[in-house]
């Protein structure tokens, strides 16, 4: 009720859904970065696999020579060879 009640708010007001469902923004570059935005921390981390946790499920980046490039309260960067990025609910 209240998402939905927020989704309609969003519309009406024209304002960012990511900001006010708190979405997370996903943005890839070429296959050598990602960034996360809206995040919920990161669960795992090794050079092959990155999982990252968000308001609508766990994010898994795939790939080899992985690595945390940044990691604050809003963003995650992760830069290496990535292969694939996959959403678990």
């Keep these: ?5 927020k ?3 969003a ?3 024209e304002l960012p859904k990511d900001v006010v469902l708190d979405l997370p923004v996903v943005t890839l570059i070429g296959d050598e970065e990602l ?3 809206n995040h919920r921390g990161v669960l795992e981390y090794a050079t092959h696999s ?3 946790k968000t308001s609508l ?3 898994k980046v795939a790939g080899s020579d992985l ?3 940044e990691i604050n309260a809003e963003n995650v ?3 290496g060879q990535i292969e694939g990025v996959s959403l678990c609910l």
Excluded: E
Aim: aromatic letters at 12%.
């Design 77 to 79: 960067v992760v830069i």
């Design 50 to 52: 990155v999982r990252i």
């Design 7 to 9: 989704r309609w708010l």
């Design 35 to 37: 960034l996360f935005a």
């Design 67 to 69: 690595i945390l490039k």
């Design 1 to 5: 009720m209240i998402k939905s009640l």
């Design 11 to 13: 519309n009406a007001l």
């Design 57 to 59: 499920g766990v994010f």
